[in-house]
């Protein structure tokens, strides 16, 4: 693989690293800008006022670069935006953020918004985000990737909204356009009833699609991706030395876009997803990418760690590269500040007066039979919190397989949940998914264990596997948690019930639409 090094003084291009060199690069040559000035308003009638703003990229504040020559101009009527992908502020009631891409630079991009799909009133000006990847390889050529968002603040809760994207020549108020215009709706002022999916390991996949077409059918409220997202880095060391190739994620977010355009499509951070050609920490295409709430420890270093919450639910997502003993590439990149962070947030969560369930979710496994193993980072550092705090469901992605455990407490079982059983985590411990069946190629169980799933149940007293170590060795281990287990595409859909007797009704569904598992999660009051 050549190291590009065009427009590095050698003597300095001897002493940077692959990934160095790039951010150098990246520094010098993009074109990104913020766009500012005013925009059009209709007033603020009927509930609809906005404050446009700055989505907070890791960009944001740093001096202008200098500019390498303009490429060909492309008349905006010839662009089409694509791509959009929505996600929530750190406030889901009154914050949204829009996003989409464009294949080459445009002018003045915004979005409209408004109550009707026919009166898109307020006109927003859009961030730029521009990235650039040199070429990597002889195979592969430079590519440019215009990345566009825009900060919705000010929404009213529980609302539905229309927005429509847009850039000079392309006005999605037009007749012509009128097909692009998408809708979105905030988070309710108070808990009510509501379903969200998740899952991990997608990829660009005909499985990836159809689970999305499935989990659209699901009404969900929002979608959490355990990371793994797109698989444009295919080796997933985290290293300079893996085969990459930024325009995945143009294939991914088309594929993508008629879920996420509609639904909040929230994101964190895999081992497929350290881009090391993009500083810091190899996640500064992340944050070109999405716009994600912006309360965790470092937005900028680590935009996919978070918080939010939705309803009766805090949600709560982490960056488990930073602990895997796995694949150590950004082990304890954050000095243990992720950790210090878990553990405030979980706090404030527990004791929020509206909260009855805290859901966390990162990448890799705490607990799975399958080709991964389970991470002892993972449990060394964030278990005795989970305990600690009494979280009521994790999810993680990682192993292509879906895998759940029984009620873990201590690291044994607390409680055996078979398929169709009630848990109370207070009681019993914690619930443990893998649903990394998303769309990237499957997995499987060690060696004679059989598939275990709903109208399908093979119970086994043990399984052997295996966790990773502190000296990055597996260590075996014969376990008796393993449940369900299933060697097929799927996802997660949770159904949340507020009121007086809240709970989570969890199901696996598969992609030909078929329950492989439920369970329900019941706190006692």
Same mark, same amino acid.
């Given at each position: ?44 009638? +009927? +509930? ?65 918004? #408004? ?19 040199? $070429? ?37 108020? $037009?007749? #012509?356009?009128?097909?692009?215009? +998408? ?13 969200? &999916? ?28 355990? #990371? ?6 295919? &080796? ?74 939705? +309803? ?92 759940? =455990?029984?009620?873990?407490?201590? #690291? ?13 985590? &207070? ?37 052997? =596997? ?38 989570? &009704?969890? $199901? ?18």
């Amino acid at each position: 693989m050549d190291t590009p090094n065009v427009g590095i003084p050698e003597p300095l291009a001897r002493r940077l690293s692959m990934a160095e060199q790039h951010a150098y690069l990246r520094a010098k040559l993009s074109r990104r800008k913020v766009l500012a000035g005013s925009f059009a308003t209709a007033g603020t009638a +009927g +509930g609809l006022g906005l404050l446009a703003g700055s989505s907070g990229s890791a960009y944001a504040g740093r001096p202008a670069p200098a500019r390498p020559p303009a490429p060909a101009k492309v008349d905006g009527r010839h662009v089409a935006p694509f791509g959009r992908h929505l996600a929530f502020g750190a406030e889901p009631r009154t914050q949204m953020r829009i996003s989409w891409q464009v294949p080459f630079a445009v002018d003045n991009p915004y979005v409209r918004v #408004g109550l009707r799909p026919w009166e898109l009133s307020q006109k927003i000006p859009a961030e730029v985000r521009d990235l650039r990847t040199p $070429s990597l390889s002889r195979k592969l050529p430079e590519v440019e990737q215009y990345y566009l968002h825009a900060a919705l603040d000010r929404l009213e809760p529980g609302t539905t909204y229309y927005y429509g994207v847009g850039h000079d020549g392309f006005d999605p108020a $037009s007749p #012509g356009h009128a097909g692009t215009v +998408g809708t979105f709706r905030t988070a309710p002022a108070r808990p009510e009833g509501f379903v969200f &999916t998740a899952f991990g390991d997608q990829g660009v996949s005909y499985h990836a699609l159809a689970n999305d077409q499935l989990i659209l059918g699901q009404n969900p409220s929002f979608h959490l991706h355990a #990371g793994d997202i797109c698989y444009a880095d295919t &080796t997933g060391h985290g290293k300079d030395t893996d085969t990459y190739d930024a325009r995945v994620w143009d294939t991914f977010l088309a594929q993508t876009e008629s879920v996420a355009k509609s639904v909040p499509w929230m994101v964190t951070t895999g081992n497929h997803d350290m881009e090391a050609w993009y500083s810091p920490n190899g996640y500064g295409g992340q944050s070109a990418r999405w716009s994600l709430p912006e309360n965790g420890f470092d937005p900028q270093g680590a935009p996919g760690v978070y918080s939010f919450r939705y +309803g009766n639910v805090g949600v709560v997502a982490l960056d488990a590269n930073d602990v895997s003993y796995e694949i150590p590439a950004n082990k304890g990149y954050s000095d243990g500040k992720q950790t210090a962070w878990l553990d405030r947030r979980l706090g404030e969560l527990r004791a929020h007066a509206d909260v009855d369930f805290v859901v966390v979710f990162f990448h890799h496994c705490a607990y799975s039979t399958a080709t991964h193993g389970s991470d002892g980072g993972v449990r060394d550092a964030w278990l005795p919190l989970f305990a600690k705090h009494q979280v009521d469901l994790v999810v993680n992605g990682h192993n292509h397989v879906y895998e759940r =455990t029984d009620a873990i407490k201590g #690291g044994e079982v607390g409680r055996p949940v078979p398929v169709g059983a009630s848990t109370d985590p &207070t009681r019993d411990g914690i619930v443990y998914v893998t649903a990394g069946g998303a769309g990237k190629d499957l997995y499987s169980f060690p060696a004679g264990v059989k598939d275990s799933y709903e109208g399908h149940v093979q119970d086994r007293d043990a399984v052997h =596997t295996f966790h990773w170590t502190k000296s990055r060795l597996p260590d075996p281990d014969t376990v008796a948690w393993s449940r369900v287990r299933y060697t097929g595409f799927s996802f997660l859909a949770v159904e949340v019930t507020a009121g007086a007797r809240p709970r989570l &009704t969890v $199901s696996a569904l598969a992609e030909s639409g078929e329950r492989v598992d439920h369970f329900e999660i019941e706190r006692a009051r």
